[in-house]
Nanobody
Framework: QVQLVESGGGLVRTGGSLRLSCATS????????MGWFRQAPGKDREFVAA??????AYSESVKGRFTISRDNAKIMVYLQMNNLKPEDTAVYYCAGRFGGWSRSPGMYDSWGQGTQVTVSS
């Protein structure tokens, strides 16, 4: 079982930046993909970004503003968020799965506890 722990959330003004981190522990491999999802109150959990051996993917709403990356040892995954908007306010979760990345939350079998991101207008 892979354990994931997010950090780095907080309160920021519109146009500001935050960097989220996700620490992984447990057995992973080169085929382990990571994703970031978010969930706002009253809404479904939605895909934000993902990274795998084949590259990266982003939702249209964050493309050009957010960047997902991981360290070479694949222990940490990051989400750099720039030019934040009030609609980015949500609890952000990192997730992991063996195999390719997916936009569907149901395809991931490991989840962190979430970190709150609040963007004030």
């Amino acid at each position: 079982q892979v354990q994931l722990v997010e950090s780095g959330g907080g309160l920021v003004r519109t146009g500001g930046s935050l960097r989220l981190s996700c620490a992984t522990s447990g057995r992973t491999s080169g085929s382990y993909s990571m994703g970031w999802f978010r969930q706002a109150p009253g809404k479904d959990r939605e895909f934000v970004a993902a990274i795998s051996w084949s590259g990266t993917a982003y939702s249209e709403s964050v493309k050009g503003r957010f960047t997902i990356s991981r360290d070479n040892a694949k222990i940490m995954v990051y989400l750099q968020m720039n030019n934040l908007k009030p609609e980015d306010t949500a609890v952000y979760y990192c997730a992991g799965r063996f195999g390719g990345w997916s936009r569907s939350p149901g395809m991931y079998d490991s989840w962190g506890q979430g970190t709150q991101v609040t963007v004030s207008s």
